[in-house]
Structure formats: structure tokens, C-alpha cells
């Protein structure tokens, strides 16, 4: 297994009520937040994102990524729940000829992407990624794969793995003591599988994934 890392660390932290996202969820709420469209990106922020609109936060993200996979121009990098490319965006313009393409399951984020990666993003699941063995110098997954139920999380990270041989990053749903655990669960929508850092470990291990992972910890 690779290391813990804090990839998203120049990320600016998002400010969540949490109070008000509990008082408004209903089985409702979550059914359309899990379809993954407009309501989930662009509509209320009970719904999800609250507006997703390209702001540049992604750039000092993608530095990172480029130092911590150590990419040059011609590699070929694959996002796995890309969303609209942003980071996609900002890796592009960051290193200039580094091959960068995303995989995500909503239709709306592909047809709403960043004008700079049309036709880079792959409309499917991360359990059936439509690459060959080994296909990129790195992959990576930001908040996606907790979006599966267990089993499915599984599968998703044996397809990582197949693809980059382990030089990959994945950002999953934790939390590290139960008072964390009670906030997330008064906060997450769309989350199938979450777990405390062990149990993600335990995953890991299950799907044979070697590459580094981190934590989206709501505090």
C-alpha cells in the first residue's frame, strides 16, 4: 500500500452549515443529488455543490500533482470522477503537452465541462474504465469512489490499479473519531460506503490497491 498524502492541501477549505444541510435532507434530497445533474452541481446547496463554476482554486492542486507524480510533457494522466475538468484544466495549463483525460458518470458535468477539455472527458463508471493495462503515467480520484457501495468501491479501486500500477491517488469520505463521523453523516448526500481510515486500509488491501490515498474529513 502507498502512503497517506495530503494532495488537496492548497485547496481553499469550503465553509459548510451544517445545521441547514441537516434541517433540509430528505430521502428526496439525496435521490436527486445522486443522479449527479444540474440540481447536484448547479442548483441550492442542499442539493450538493451549490454552483460549480470554474474559479481557478485548482491550480496550486495541480502544481502538486505534477511534483508529486513527477509528470512530463507526453504523459498521460486519467481523473477519475472529473466532474466539469476543472483540475483537468489547470494540469493542462500547468504543464503544457501533459495528456490529460477524466472519466465521470454525469452527463450534465460532461456537457457542462471546461471549454479547454472537450472531448477529453469519457462519460462511465470508475468500475469500467475504457483503458488498457497501465495506460497512464498516474491516475487519480478526488471524493468519488465512497460514492459506491462497498463491494462496487472495490472494483472501482482494482480498475486504479490496473491502469496506473499503483502511481495513483485516491481522496475518500473519513473520519477519525465519532464526533467526526456524527458531522458527516449530518452533511453527506451521496456517499454509499464510508468508513473510519482503518477500514479504508482494510479496502485497500482487499483490492490490491498500492497506490496513495488521503481523507475528506468534515470538521
Not at 488537496?8 to 435532507?25: D, F, G, M, Q, V
Not at 485548482?58 to 512530463?72: G, Y
Request: proline share 5%; hydrophobic share 35%; charged share 25%.
Amino acid at each position: 500500500m502507498g502512503q497517506e498524502i495530503d494532495l488537496l492541501r492548497a485547496l481553499p477549505k469550503t465553509k459548510r452549515n451544517i445545521e441547514a444541510r441537516l434541517s433540509a435532507k430528505d430521502p428526496t434530497v439525496v435521490e436527486i443529488s445522486k443522479q449527479f445533474g444540474e440540481m447536484y452541481f448547479d442548483g441550492p446547496r442542499d442539493y450538493g455543490y451549490g454552483g460549480y463554476s470554474y474559479d481557478g482554486r485548482w491550480r496550486p492542486v495541480a502544481r502538486d500533482m505534477i511534483d508529486h507524480f513527477d509528470l512530463k510533457p507526453g504523459d498521460r494522466v486519467l481523473d477519475v470522477g472529473c466532474a466539469k475538468g476543472y483540475l483537468m484544466k489547470d494540469l493542462l495549463d500547468a504543464l503544457p503537452g501533459l495528456e490529460v483525460f477524466g472519466v465521470d458518470v454525469s452527463e450534465y458535468a460532461l456537457m457542462h465541462c471546461h471549454s479547454d477539455v472537450i472531448g477529453r472527458i469519457h462519460l462511465g463508471s470508475a468500475e469500467r474504465l475504457p483503458f488498457p493495462d497501465g495506460a497512464f503515467k498516474a491516475v487519480y480520484s478526488l471524493d468519488t469512489i465512497h460514492n459506491l457501495p462497498r463491494v462496487r468501491a472495490k472494483t472501482a479501486l482494482r480498475e486504479i490499479q490496473r491502469l496506473s500500477g499503483g502511481n495513483a491517488f485516491v481522496r475518500v469520505d473519513s473520519y477519525r473519531t465519532p464526533e467526526q463521523r456524527a458531522i458527516f453523516e449530518s452533511w453527506v448526500l451521496t456517499a454509499e460506503f464510508h468508513d473510519y481510515p482503518s477500514g479504508w486500509k482494510a479496502l485497500f488491501d482487499e483490492a490490491g490497491y498500492t497506490g496513495d490515498y488521503g481523507w475528506t474529513i468534515i470538521e
